[in-house]
């Protein structure tokens, strides 16, 4: 392929980086399978399986999208599109439909040359290319299908790998391949027996450099004919798949007086698929953010029927063999009961025997794996769905309580181990960041501040809602008797020039003061000044009070009162 028919820079779109899994940044997938014999009939229940599972998963998963379209081929007799470009969300039936055809499919007959099983995947390959093509040009504008603009073909095959990856770069070298991001060769090893994974004499590619000019878009990946590394080629698909822009940027201390701090530019990956993301097995991981989540259901805790969760110990761990990056939610303390419902007796015989558990893990170095049983009514649970935890010792006379992720929410995770060291430029500069600052030998979260109350505070203040004092008022004027037209007219325009005087600002109606047979009260009262709910600097308080002649003291019994504006 020449490197003009390929983009200068990633064709997706999509803002800045923000969370993992965004169904704009998630590319369309292809699936082509290899389905000929006599390998299929070693790999097709373990790669269906697989399949299925997975993509039960992803059928299931809230939030984003992370599959958003998915097409598969089958190479056996002959090229078949098996399942067209379709939304993976929303069609669990539909695809494990074509699951079940892809296992149909005989796995005994006779082989193939290499020859026609390289010329049947390049056929697939520039198929599934138009197919995307027609796919986007006829969808809609607003849909996933139409925000990304190139798709990644997956072959997975049991021949050797080399061999196919030669045969796909001859037969691509001439096409069309704008549209194509990457193409992903998976051989199933140990399927059967082929031999070193060589070229042979008479693969039509025999140049290094000729061969080696797709290798920046075909890469290979050997993995074990089981269901679990399937599955991991399978998943790998949930990852986010931006790349454009880095996620993060880490700033440690400058290591000089006058320059700004270092910048160390990272990415992020997801471990595992959070339980939460699944509402319809809700007891996949019961939730630890409360005690309450962690109980049964309290729906007969009025009679204190509800027996207690049974965790039962299914395995002793190494802790130094335990990775935190597969423990999620919330930790919970686990510490001896002190129920006033149990004698003295079974108390303290229960109290010795959690010493002793916390003394033998903590000096063993030990962690406890558990299993959470399902309810003694239930012969195996509501849903069938267990969920597992781990038990780490502490100094004192506590466990902690930590959930574990299983096998069904571990994403792939191949992170290179380096058995050498950085360059010595790269770790004095951070030596000497890393030297700025303060050390503690003990953690203590007392010396962190969130400002997290100052935050409640400010909102609380600006949110709080004016309507007591409006129902006071209202409670007021229901309380006085009815005005004349006269009288409220007049009422009317006071209100509406006290509007125009304090435009924007608080405003309330007090009572007026009593009615006085001598005349009109004074102009200047002393009043209470009123408490708003506001926690501000007070605005100077203005009465307007509207003096009454003695012309307007026949027309009703209370002409005499006035209304006072605060503003």
């Known amino acids: 392929m020449h490197t003009k028919k390929r983009p200068a820079s990633s064709l997706l779109s999509g803002g800045l980086v923000c969370w993992p899994s965004l169904s704009l940044r998630q590319p369309p997938r292809v699936l082509i399978v290899e389905a000929l014999p006599p390998w299929w009939s070693e790999t097709c229940a373990v790669l269906c399986e697989a399949l299925d599972n997975v993509l039960s998963l992803a059928c299931s998963l809230d939030g984003p999208c992370r599959i958003p379209l998915l097409s598969l081929y089958a190479i056996s007799r002959q090229q078949e599109c098996l399942l067209p470009f379709v939304q993976v969300r929303g069609n669990l039936a539909r695809l494990r439909s074509c699951v079940e055809e892809l296992r149909s499919i005989p796995g005994d007959g006779c082989i193939r040359g290499p020859a026609r099983g ?73 399927a059967a027996d082929m031999g070193s994974d060589t070229p042979s004499p008479q693969d039509p590619c025999t140049d290094s450099e000729e061969c080696l000019m797709l290798g920046t878009e075909v890469e290979l990946q050997q993995v074990d004919n089981s269901v679990v590394a399937m599955e991991t080629v399978f998943k790998a698909w949930l990852h986010e798949q931006g790349g454009d822009r880095e996620h993060l940027h880490l700033l440690l201390p400058s290591n000089s007086e006058n320059s700004s ?22 007891s996949v991981g019961v939730k630890t953010e409360s005690i309450q989540d962690f109980l049964p259901s309290t729906k007969t805790s009025a009679n204190h029927s509800t027996p207690p969760q049974r965790l039962k110990a299914i395995k002793a761990l190494r802790a130094d063999g335990v990775c935190e990056s597969v423990l999620y939610g919330l930790p919970l303390v686990i510490r001896p009961t002190t129920c006033w419902q149990l004698d003295w007796d079974e108390i ?209 019994d209370n002409n005499n009162d006035e209304l006072m504006m605060i503003l």
């Open 118 to 190: 390289g010329e049947l995947l390049r056929q697939a390959v520039l198929d599934s290319l138009q197919q995307f093509k027609q796919y986007t040009r006829h969808t809609s504008t607003g849909s996933q299908a139409s925000n990304n603009t190139s798709v990644e073909v997956t072959v997975v095959t049991s021949q050797p790998g080399r061999g196919i990856i030669h045969q796909l770069e001859a037969g691509l070298r001439d096409a069309d391949l704008v549209s194509l991001r990457r193409l992903l060769l998976v051989q199933i090893t140990n």
């Open 261 to 282: 701090p270092v910048c160390v530019k990272c990415d992020m990956q997801e471990r595992l698929l959070s339980p939460a993301l699944f509402s319809l097995t809700p």
């Open 348 to 556: 303290e015989t229960n109290h010795n025997l959690f010493h002793a558990l916390c003394h033998t893990l903590r000096s063993r170095d030990l962690f406890l794996l558990v299993r959470l049983e399902p309810a003694q009514s239930s012969a195996a649970g509501a849903s069938g769905v267990y969920s597992y935890y781990v038990l780490q010792p502490s100094p004192s006379l506590s466990l902690l309580l930590k959930p574990v992720v299983s096998r069904e929410l571990l994403l792939p995770c191949s992170l290179p181990v380096s058995n050498q060291d950085p360059p010595p430029d790269a770790i004095h500069t951070v030596q000497s960041c890393l030297g700025q600052l303060d050390e503690d030998v003990v953690f203590n979260p007392l010396t962190l501040s969130s400002q997290l109350h100052q935050h409640l505070k400010r909102r609380g203040l600006l949110s709080q809602p004016q309507y007591p004092y409006r129902l006071q008022q209202t409670a007021h004027r229901e309380a006085q008797p009815q005005e004349g037209p006269k009288n409220s007219r007049q009422s009317r325009q006071s209100q509406h020039q006290g509007r125009q005087m304090g435009t924007g600002k608080v405003r309330a109606t007090v009572a007026p003061l009593p009615s006085s047979s001598l005349g009109p009260p004074p102009c200047k009262v002393s009043r209470p000044a009123l408490t708003f709910l506001n926690s501000r600097t007070p605005a100077p308080t203005l009465l307007l009070c509207s003096p009454v002649g003695p012309q307007e003291e026949g027309n009703n």
